[in-house]
Each structure stands twice: as structure tokens, then as C-alpha cells.
T-cell receptor, first 112, second 114 residues
Framework: SQQGEEDPQALSIQEGENATMNCSYKTSINNLQWYRQNSGRGLVHLILIRSNEREKHSGRLRVTLDTSKKSSSLLITASRAADTASYFCATDARNRDDKIIFGKGTRLHILP | SQTIHQWPATLVQPVGSPLSLECTVEGTSNPNLYWYRQAAGRGLQLLFYSVGIGQISSEVPQNLSASRPQDRQFILSSKKLLLSDSGFYLC?????????????FGQGTRLTVV
């Protein structure tokens, strides 16, 4: 079964605006990761946040983690057309033999 | 550096035919290996997970099987394909448990069963 659940399922914003995607999960985790997938391609890792971290930055990406609410958010600032893709959260869950389980993803479309 | 190879990129197979998708990893040893399936516009469903040679964990009952004959080789198979086996199959590897490393993906195989 899915561990992570992203929302919204789809998001369209104007180029230059910020995009925020959320992820909720069910069980205790070692870490939470965000990935990007261009249409018809494999996934590319963006950022990993450990369970003892609350916020992490990488370029235009900002990830937060709230383990008390079992939720995470991915913020992409100053969006570009090239950011159009699907974004997935994934968890490395402690009670699932450290298997990496993915959510259903958010389809992000940046409008020119 | 580590790389992962998955082939073929696309495959069209008739119902009832066998299937063999291969995935190999280079530049690392004793990786965790994964097979995921992605339906169109959907998330990734974990099919199989392996922590070592000959050690396969099946996540969902299905028409598929997996094998790991060598440390860095992961094979997805079927004896007789069903229409419902169509989808985008992704192989991935990650570091050892508790190493806090990310998963690295192959480019995927688009399987169409006709």
C-alpha cells in the first residue's frame, strides 16, 4: 500500500510564482525524500530530510518535515517552465525493513 | 561512480508470452534493489525488494516474479503476460538500510501487452 500521500494531485501556476506541494505519511520513518519525474522517464532524487531534521534547503528547493503531524512540504521558489514535472515524496520507513515507499505524486505545470 | 542500467526501454508483447526485464547496477556493492510499476499518471507501486542475492520480498500478489542471481543484477519475469501487466516498470537501487541514502532509478521500461 502507499505510504506517502501527496497533495494537491495536480497544480498549475504561473512562471515565477512559488509552488508548494505537501506529503503525508503513516508510519515512523528514518527519512523522507522528494523526487522529480519528467514524463516517461525515471525518477531523479531532489532532496532527503532525516527524521531529526525540520527544514532543509537546496537551491530553489525548501523542504520541511513535521514528524508529529507525519507530514512534509516541498517548496519550489521562483518557478520556471523547466520545473514542469511530477513530484513524489518517498519514505524510508522504520517498520518496513527500510524499503522506500512512494506516494502518488503531484503533477506540477508551470504556465509561461 | 554508480550507474544503473535497465533495458529494454520499450517492449510490446502479446498476451500469454513470457517476460524478462533486466536491471544491472555498477559502481556499488550489496545494494538494495527494487522493482516498481507505475500506471499512467499514477504513483509508484513497489513490486519486489531485495537485500541480497536470492533474497526477494514480494509486495503484492501478481503475475510477476523477480530474481537476483548476482549481487548487482535484478530480473523481473513472467511466464505468461496478462493485459493488466502493461505499465511503466522502474528498477532502482539504494544503499544499505539505515544509511540514509536515496534511491537511484533506471530510465524505465514501457511495457505494452497486446
Amino acid at each position: 500500500s502507499q505510504q506517502g500521500e501527496e497533495d494537491p494531485q495536480a497544480l498549475s501556476i504561473q512562471e515565477g510564482e512559488n509552488a508548494t506541494m505537501n506529503c503525508s505519511y503513516k508510519t515512523s520513518i528514518n527519512n523522507l525524500q522528494w523526487y522529480r519525474q519528467n514524463s516517461g522517464r525515471g525518477l531523479v532524487h531532489l532532496i532527503l530530510i532525516r527524521s531529526n531534521e525540520r527544514e532543509k534547503h537546496s537551491g530553489r528547493l525548501r523542504v520541511t518535515l513535521d514528524t508529529s503531524k507525519k507530514s512534509s512540504s516541498l517548496l519550489i521558489t521562483a518557478s520556471r517552465a523547466a520545473d514542469t514535472a511530477s513530484y513524489f515524496c518517498a519514505t524510508d520507513a522504520r517498520n518496513r525493513d527500510d524499503k522506500i515507499i512512494f506516494g502518488k505524486g503531484t503533477r506540477l505545470h508551470i504556465l509561461p | 561512480s554508480q550507474t544503473i542500467h535497465q533495458w529494454p526501454a520499450t517492449l510490446v508483447q502479446p498476451v500469454g508470452s513470457p517476460l524478462s526485464l533486466e536491471c544491472t547496477v555498477e559502481g556499488t556493492s550489496n545494494p538494495n534493489l527494487y522493482w516498481y510499476r507505475q500506471a499512467a499518471g499514477r504513483g509508484l507501486q513497489l513490486l519486489f525488494y531485495s537485500v541480497g542475492i536470492g533474497q526477494i520480498s514480494s509486495e503484492v500478489p501478481q503475475n510477476l516474479s523477480a530474481s537476483r542471481p548476482q549481487d548487482r543484477q535484478f530480473i523481473l519475469s513472467s511466464k505468461k503476460l496478462l493485459l493488466s501487466d502493461s505499465g511503466f516498470y522502474l528498477c532502482a537501487w539504494s544503499g544499505r538500510p539505515n544509511s540514509n541514502t536515496e534511491a537511484f532509478f533506471g530510465q524505465g521500461t514501457r511495457l505494452t501487452v497486446v
